[in-house]
């Protein structure tokens, strides 16, 4: 096993963001030091609840969870669909907890956790990019202080495909791709081409078995989650794209990379200049291997389900500043990856 590495988590919890969570809980060379909720597939107050409970739910200890943007740099969230359901999570729900948000917001824990780490930090970003693009703002040596950056968005094939995460905030994005610039460890993004090449299935699913909770968990939110799939066209099975780009947080060499210089256009789309004409602004992932992925994934949250049973539950307290607790859905739900 690798040394362990802290990381840093910025996502708006929906299915596969909840899935990456888990499998950094789960993963023994991660030490997750703070999660960023941010508004995207739900609103940012269910994903906070989401969190909040998610780290119940897994035994956690007492991990930061701050509150971040409810509405993208300029104007307002696209109309949300039900991919992710009413609450983000599927058919499962998370237990409630007592555990709090900080006392203070997504902006400053970015921030802080840099500083926390300088040099070590590895930066995982699920959702849209309004968060890291705050922190940036507040801290323009965020790119080197910063050990790796990891970004789950984005469509690089031959149409101009406005993924989500980007979507909902280009302006954020365009200035997180421009703070990253020329520098000498450039973000690694996950986009659509990549991510949609791990699909769980059912049968992935049965390779996780067991009466704990964490399996009872996931079993329910990705029932969900294959039939938003099917009911969408592309059959019943599930994209893991968040838990990629956790896993590529971890190791990078999970994924096979290009350079180029990424630009946002106003619609949201993500479009690659491959020549190195310019200055390059990330490292684009282009190929994967699903069983590698898949077998790390079962391993590890079966792992962790195991000690879950161990402990016979989770628990633990939370920093500073408002309650907030799993019980009572947002209303409103859903993204398009």
Same mark, same amino acid.
């Given at each position: 096993?690798? =040394?362990?590495?802290?990381?840093?988590?910025?996502?708006?919890? /929906?299915?596969?963001? =909840?899935?990456?969570?888990?499998?950094?809980?789960? #993963?023994?060379?991660?030490?997750?030091?703070?999660?960023?909720?941010?508004?995207?597939?739900?609103?940012?107050?269910?994903?906070?609840?989401?969190?909040?409970?998610?780290?119940?739910?897994?035994?956690?200890?007492?991990?930061?969870? #701050?509150? /971040?943007?409810?509405?993208? &740099?300029?104007?307002?969230?696209?109309?949300?669909?039900?991919?992710?359901?009413?609450?983000?999570?599927?058919?499962?729900?998370?237990?409630?907890?007592?555990?709090?948000?900080?006392?203070?917001?997504?902006?400053?824990?970015?921030?802080?956790?840099?500083?926390?780490?300088?040099?070590?930090?590895?930066?995982?970003?699920?959702?849209?990019?309004?968060?890291?693009?705050?922190? &940036?703002?507040?801290?323009?040596?965020?790119?080197?202080? &910063?050990?790796?950056?990891?970004?789950?968005?984005?469509?690089?094939?031959?149409?101009?495909?406005?993924?989500?995460?980007?979507?909902?905030?280009?302006?954020?994005?365009?200035?997180?791709?421009?703070?990253?610039?020329?520098?000498?460890? &450039?973000?690694?993004?996950?986009?659509?081409?990549?991510?949609?090449?791990?699909?769980?299935?059912?049968?992935?699913?049965?390779?996780?078995?067991?009466?704990?909770?964490?399996?009872?968990?996931?079993?329910?939110?990705?029932?969900?989650?294959?039939? #938003?799939?099917?009911?969408?066209?592309?059959?019943?099975?599930?994209?893991?794209?968040?838990?990629?780009?956790?896993?590529?947080?971890?190791?990078?060499?999970?994924?096979?990379?290009?350079?180029?210089?990424?630009?946002?256009?106003?619609?949201?789309?993500?479009?690659?200049?491959?020549?190195?004409?310019?200055?390059?602004?990330?490292?684009?992932?282009?190929?994967?291997?699903?069983?590698?992925?898949?077998?790390?994934?079962? /391993?590890?949250? =079966?792992?962790?389900?195991?000690?879950?049973?161990?402990?016979?539950?989770?628990?633990?307290?939370?920093?500073?500043?408002?309650?907030?607790?799993?019980?009572?859905? =947002?209303?409103?739900?859903?993204?398009?990856?």
């Amino acid at each position: 096993m690798s =040394a362990v590495q802290p990381v840093f988590a910025d996502v708006d919890t /929906g299915i596969d963001d =909840a899935l990456a969570l888990i499998y950094l809980l789960a #993963s023994e060379d991660s030490d997750l030091v703070g999660i960023a909720s941010t508004g995207g597939n739900i609103p940012v107050g269910q994903v906070c609840a989401n969190n909040l409970g998610l780290l119940e739910l897994c035994g956690a200890p007492a991990i930061p969870v #701050s509150k /971040g943007a409810d509405e993208p &740099l300029c104007g307002h969230w696209p109309e949300r669909g039900n991919f992710h359901g009413p609450t983000g999570l599927g058919y499962a729900q998370a237990p409630p907890t007592e555990r709090r948000l900080t006392d203070y917001d997504a902006t400053t824990a970015w921030v802080r956790a840099a500083h926390a780490f300088p040099g070590e930090l590895i930066g995982v970003v699920t959702g849209p990019l309004t968060n890291l693009a705050l922190a &940036l703002r507040a801290e323009p040596a965020l790119p080197t202080l &910063l050990r790796r950056l990891v970004i789950m968005g984005g469509a690089f094939g031959d149409q101009q495909q406005a993924e989500w995460n980007i979507r909902v905030d280009p302006d954020a994005a365009g200035e997180v791709f421009a703070g990253w610039a020329g520098r000498q460890r &450039l973000p690694i993004v996950c986009g659509l081409e990549l991510t949609q090449r791990v699909a769980m299935t059912p049968e992935i699913l049965a390779r996780l078995s067991g009466p704990a909770p964490v399996i009872r968990f996931i079993e329910d939110a990705l029932r969900f989650y294959f039939e #938003s799939h099917r009911d969408r066209g592309f059959g019943y099975l599930a994209y893991l794209h968040d838990p990629l780009a956790a896993a590529v947080a971890l190791d990078p060499e999970l994924v096979a990379t290009r350079p180029a210089t990424v630009e946002i256009t106003a619609a949201g789309a993500t479009v690659a200049d491959w020549s190195l004409n310019r200055e390059a602004n990330a490292h684009i992932g282009i190929g994967v291997d699903p069983a590698d992925f898949f077998d790390r994934f079962i /391993g590890r949250v =079966a792992a962790l389900a195991g000690a879950y049973s161990d402990m016979g539950g989770g628990g633990g307290g939370g920093g500073g500043g408002a309650g907030v607790t799993t019980t009572g859905a =947002a209303s409103g739900a859903g993204t398009d990856k």
